[in-house]
């Protein structure tokens, strides 16, 4: 079952003249190759959501790899680095300060926590990422022994100081069953195999 879906923020530096989506779109398209946005690290989540994003947009933007979201998060807010996509935990009282701009959120729906920041999806019909987290059992383990831990779960997940754990994380709970969550993994295996392979990825 999955049991949690962490939306990112697509962010930029207030000296980026742009407060939407679309306005990002049209400046990278009339600069082609000027604009850059930071990551984490090559592959991870940071990198695949703004590639996701470059791809369906059809913009070219540059991509710099950095050694762990603190560097980014660093950066974005001293302007060495003027686009980035980060946790919205972590960019929440930057963007609240003033500090950086949140223009979009990754996920599907509008984040509660941010409820007039869009989706990137009302901008790119279709685009969906998040940070997911769930939990796998052994092939072979007999389904009553799935039905009670898939219970017992969803329990804990409804309890008052796991809403609170999960919500100062900035992470949505999400706790679903056996078969939504195979279909959830084929999709996202689909989706992210697509973005690995039009990148050309290697693991080195």
């Known amino acids: 079952m999955q049991i949690s879906s962490q939306p990112y923020g697509l962010v930029v530096h207030p000296s980026v003249p742009v407060k939407s989506v679309k306005e990002l779109i049209a400046l990278a398209k009339r600069e082609p190759g ?3 946005y930071a990551s984490s690290g090559q592959g991870g989540a940071m990198h695949l959501f ?4 470059a791809n369906m947009a059809n913009i070219d933007m540059v991509h710099i790899p950095y050694k762990g979201s603190g560097p980014v998060r660093a950066d974005l807010l001293g302007g060495q680095i003027k686009i980035g996509c980060l946790g919205l935990s972590s960019i929440l009282p930057s963007h609240k300060a003033g500090q950086l701009r949140i223009i979009a959120v990754t996920t599907a729906k509008r984040s509660p926590e941010l409820p007039d920041i869009p989706t990137i999806a009302e901008t790119l ?3 969906d990422a998040s940070l997911w987290n769930g939990f796998l059992a052994p092939r072979g383990t007999p389904a009553v022994a799935i039905k009670r831990i898939q219970n017992e779960l969803t329990k804990l997940l ?17 706790a679903t069953d056996p078969k939504a969550f195979s279909d959830f993994l084929r999709l996202e295996y689909a989706k992210w ?3 690995v392979r039009d990148l ?3 693991v080195n």
């Open 193 to 195: 195999g697509k973005v």
């Open 200 to 202: 050309k990825l290697q």
């Open 34 to 36: 000027k604009h850059n």
């Open 158 to 174: 409804q309890t008052a100081e796991v809403r609170i754990a999960y919500q100062r994380a900035g992470t949505d709970i999400v």
């Open 50 to 53: 703004q590639a996701l994003f």
């Open 125 to 127: 019909p279709g685009y």
